[in-house]
């Protein structure tokens, strides 16, 4: 077991390090190879990593901040076969790494993804909502790793993707294995912002092959809503750009004489209907940005808009229930 690179970002993380390093202890000598990438930290970052970990096969590296372009920068300098991103806060259990990489290396895949254990930022479990990954191993009946087609991995990405708001079956990156050579040939994009691993899975969903255990034994702690954050131009724009890049998807899997035609046509319409939501609610949100709009979304057209999207939203919903059906009879 001494393929496995990690590559660990940080900015200003000192403040989480002591936990994060205590659960890092129970595995590090499992590992090949670890690289530290830190953006301009001012508060001891570094030298409390320097202090903590004993590794002899251990980098450190600066970047200027950027999540992407540092995990990028990271994983490019990484020499193993398979690449861990151990993100401050996150952790892993020993036995779930080595589970990852017999997985991986069983099915021969390019990623492997785990449904991780959602924290509060306070250490308590968050209630059970159900990760991607949980939900399609659930849907899937899953009892041990397994490698989606392109077809179902695109579906669902195209599903989280517009039912569940920009969400996407990588989850959690912490909970996950990826294939140096398939990362490093294809990185993260790093011109969606926090979006990045959303539209790496879009984009690349003909060509990667995905694996996924339904396995748990790994934590991910709640972060802010970036995406919520984002100007209402700009998410109407990520929406487009999404679609666009899974109609291109779904282009390349027709060609390829493809015998799952009935979920291309289901995510297709999830798709358009997902886009055309995405217009509603940006004409919706922008009302709410002057005194004037706001008072006209209180009126008539306020409710236009949102009985417009009520009925696409169920539309949505109609949609992903036939594409589960569809899904689960393979």
């Known amino acids: 077991m001494n393929r496995i690179g990690v590559v660990i970002p940080t900015r200003n993380s000192a403040e989480r390090l002591s936990m994060h390093l205590d659960s890092m202890d129970t595995w590090l000598d499992a590992v090949a190879q ?37 995990w ?17 806060g996150d952790t892993i259990s020993r036995s779930h790494l080595l589970h990852l990489a017999a997985a991986a290396d069983t099915l021969e895949c390019d990623l492997i993804c785990s449904p991780p254990q959602i924290l509060r930022s306070d250490g308590s479990e968050a209630p059970r909502g159900g ?14 790793a397994t490698v989606l087609t392109s ?40 011109q969606y912002g926090s979006a990045g691993d959303f539209f790496w899975l879009l984009e690349n969903a003909a060509k ?18 970036q995406h919520a954050q984002a100007s209402p ?53 922008v009302l709410k940005t002057s005194l004037f709009g706001k008072l006209k979304s209180a009126g008539p057209r306020g409710w236009k808009i949102r009985s417009e999207k009520k009925q696409l939203r169920a ?14 009879q393979g």
């Open 233 to 285: 131009d700009r998410k109407l724009e990520l929406a487009r750009l999404a679609a666009k890049a899974a109609r291109a998807q779904i282009a390349q899997l027709r060609l390829t004489d493809s015998k799952s035609a009935k979920v291309l046509d289901l995510t297709t319409s999830i798709c358009d209907i997902g886009e055309l939501t995405a217009l509603v609610q940006h004409e919706l949100e």
């Open 151 to 190: 077809e179902s991995l695109l579906a669902y990405a195209v599903r989280f993707a517009f039912v569940h708001g920009m969400n996407t079956p990588i989850g959690s990156s912490a909970s996950n294995l990826y294939r140096c050579e398939f990362i490093k040939r294809i990185p993260f994009p790093s």
């Open 34 to 70: 670890v690289v530290v990438v830190d953006s301009e930290s001012i508060d001891g970052t570094e030298d409390i990593l320097r202090e903590r970990i004993k590794h002899p096969n251990l980098k450190f590296l600066r970047h200027p901040p950027g999540l992407y372009p540092s």
């Open 315 to 328: 539309q949505l919903k109609d949609l992903e229930s036939n594409l589960t059906l569809a899904l689960s």
């Open 72 to 88: 990028n920068y990271g994983l490019h300098h990484l020499e193993t076969e398979w690449a861990y991103v151990s993100t401050i």
């Open 131 to 144: 990760t991607p990954s949980q939900t399609i191993s659930e849907e899937l009946g899953l009892q041990n």
């Open 208 to 225: 990667v092959r995905f694996g996924i255990t339904p396995r748990q034994g790994s934590t991910f702690l709640l972060h802010p809503n």
